[in-house]
């Protein structure tokens, strides 16, 4: 189980087995290599308690004050220690005193106790099942597969996962039948006499009492203190700069505190071969990155590399990233991600600040803009149901009603939104968007840069997801957000004085994918050999009638984006391409009720 993990941490490893509890671990050595070594033990009171953890606190040193003025002692100065004993200290309150991303394990032998615990957002995986009276968890499901005994499978519920939500998925829930995860912001305490699940934070809706000005100034302070928070590293440390206002504004800042301590910003950029001759402008892309990206290096003098992709990298990864995530995802967007972190750790990096998640809270995406988006009622990044429904075999098809089950998550998740009186007719809309975002689309993304980026013994942060700005923006009023109709105009206008104003009032354009027609006619020619394979996995779910159309007509049947903006024909062959992958390399039983 432990073995299958190197990947997320390549450095070293551990064990700590004791009568009722074994623990794991796997090491990607940040901070503190001598002192940082896991599992890690100490005893408190007669009493022992050992940790196993992945991620990174950003608030160690108010941390760290609070235990020395209380008693504490340290032998080193990395963040496992300082964990260790904040639960010692606060005990099961212990995630209301963390800024962070992570998941960790604590074992209390007195007690004979487990306490498992996720960060706000989910940016670190914990994956969990019940086999035979043992609880069995891990950071990835590839560990729980390896655990003797345990077969996987899908049935009903899965399949309206795969085919109905992904490649999202439904907070707590995997495509693997009797797998589960610890959701974002939530403990878990294991004992023998039970288990139970507490939230420990969540979203609070409360009047915003700051003027326009005091708006700014806020978000000016809690943006750049997050990122230089997470500029903390013993190793190598670079940012990701697309030239979008996003990574950008985590660029500049980054660089101004380089600069300060005599130190160069190392940047890095990704493209396509051949992606200035056959890109094509849409409303979601509407133009190419270069461009901003040279007009941010001049800026602020950093020490560039462009990473170039080339079509048969990004197919042949498309494997690799169903590995890395252990179920598919978005396709070429996953496969070119874990090639860039590969890339990045090949030039010497080990750490990256990503702009990810700005969208999600400043409202970037054109769902918060367009009527069909506004008015969906369903998830505005994925409003091809009816297409969805014809992907399946007709068999399921007449048990299986997937609109109904992405209804009812839909739905379940609205009731947790609370709203003001005083809300706008506006900021009561974008209450209910905002919300489904961050809790659906923005765990998709979180979840792929982990298991991509991890994969490659990499550790990518996201300044933007630090708890207290989603928090604070979570009550601005959208007419604030959205200043002057644009998309993000109120991070555009906080940050004028930061950036190139080219740069402040450039057009959204996501993360950039190939449009090289070569990868079309590769993931054509795929799924044309799966769907005529009769022993292939994925037919026992498919129309094949309609799969068909869809490869005759290059992805054309499929109305709309099958995800989100990137997804559309040749990301939607692939997606079906890796969802035979999964089940042929998983060797996933199909029990259908």
């Known amino acids: 189980m432990v073995k299958s993990l190197t990947g997320r941490g390549p450095d070293e490893g551990g064990a700590y087995m004791q009568p009722h509890v074994n623990l794991g671990h796997r090491r990607l050595t940040i901070i503190d290599k001598k002192n940082g070594k896991q599992p890690m033990s100490q005893i408190f009171n007669d009493n022992t308690y050992t940790i196993v953890y992945n991620g990174q606190l950003y608030n160690c040193k108010e941390l760290r004050e609070i235990l020395e003025d209380n008693g504490f002692t340290f032998k080193g100065y990395s963040d496992t220690e300082i964990l260790l004993k904040a639960y010692i200290f606060y005990g099961k309150d212990v995630c209301k005193h963390l800024n962070g991303i992570f998941s960790f394990a604590i074992w209390n032998e007195k007690k004979e106790e487990l306490f498992l615990a996720r960060d706000q957002f989910g940016i670190k995986p914990l994956y969990y099942t019940i086999l035979e009276d043992n609880f069995i968890f891990a950071s990835e499901i590839k560990a729980i597969l390896k655990f003797p005994n345990f077969k996987p499978q899908i049935s009903n519920q899965e399949i309206c996962e795969l085919f109905g939500i992904g490649p999202s998925h439904t907070p707590g829930r995997t495509p693997f039948k009797d797998i589960e995860e610890v959701k ?13 699940d507490t939230e420990y934070w969540r979203l609070e809706t409360k009047e915003h ?13 809690l943006v ?32 101004d505190y380089y600069k300060k301590q005599g130190k160069r910003l190392k940047t890095f950029s990704v493209d396509y071969v051949d992606n200035d001759k056959n890109f094509v402008k849409s409303d979601f892309q509407p133009n190419t990155d270069n461009y901003y990206i040279n007009l941010m290096v001049e800026k602020f003098d950093t020490d560039h590399t462009k990473i170039v992709l080339d079509t048969p990298e990004l197919f042949e990864t498309l494997k690799d990233s169903v590995i890395a995530r252990d179920f598919p995802g978005m396709a070429d967007v996953d496969s070119s991600f874990l090639l860039f972190f590969r ?28 009527e069909d988006g506004i008015n969906s009622k369903t998830f505005p990044w994925s409003l091809a149901i009816n297409e969805r429904q014809n992907i399946l075999h ?5 048990k299986i009603n997937l609109k109904e089950y ?6 379940k998740s609205l009731e947790k939104v609370k709203y003001l009186d005083i809300d706008s007719k506006e900021t009561a809309l974008h209450r209910k ?13 979180l979840d792929r840069t982990d298991r991509v980026s991890m994969y490659n013994g990499f550790e990518a942060r996201v300044p933007f997801c630090d708890y207290r700005i989603v928090e604070y923006l979570w009550n601005v009023p959208w007419e604030m957000k959205a200043y002057k109709g644009r998309e993000k105009g109120l991070l555009r206008y906080c940050m004028e004085d930061l950036l190139p104003q080219e740069v402040i009032y450039r057009k959204k354009s996501p993360y950039p994918k190939t449009h090289n027609p070569n990868y079309l006619e590769v993931v054509k020619n795929e799924l044309t050999k799966i769907m005529n394979n009769p022993n292939a996995r994925i037919k026992e779910l498919l129309n094949e009638e309609y799969i068909w159309d869809i490869i005759k ?27 035979n992958m999964w089940l042929e390399n998983y060797n996933i039983e199909i029990l259908f009720y």
């Not at 702009?355 to 803009?369: A, N, Q, T, V």
């Not at 992405?406 to 739905?411: Q, R």
């Not at 968007?433 to 993304?445: A, E, K, P």
Request: hydrophobic fraction near 35%.
């Open 184 to 196: 974002p912001a939530h403990f878990k305490v294991i004992s023998k006499e039970n288990i139970y």
């Open 209 to 221: 009492t700051d003027d326009f000005k005091t708006t700014c100034e806020k978000i000016k302070y």
């Open 224 to 255: 750049k203190d997050a990122t230089e928070r997470q500029l903390i590293s013993d190793v190598p440390l670079c940012t990701l700069l697309s030239g979008g206002l996003d990574s950008s504004i985590i660029t500049a800042i980054a660089s």
């Open 343 to 370: 890339k990045l750790k090949e030039n010497g990096m080990t750490v990256a600040l990503s702009g990810e998640c700005s969208d999600e809270i400043f409202g970037g995406y054109p769902w918060y803009f367009r």
């Open 394 to 398: 007709p068999d399921i098809s007449k």
């Open 406 to 411: 992405v209804d009812n998550e839909y739905n």
């Open 433 to 445: 968007l905002i919300y489904l975002t961050s809790n659906w689309f923005m765990q998709t993304l």
């Open 553 to 579: 007509t290059n992805g054309d049947a499929f109305k709309r984006p099958w995800f989100g903006q990137l997804m559309t024909g040749p990301q939607l062959m692939a997606y079906l391409c890796q969802v």
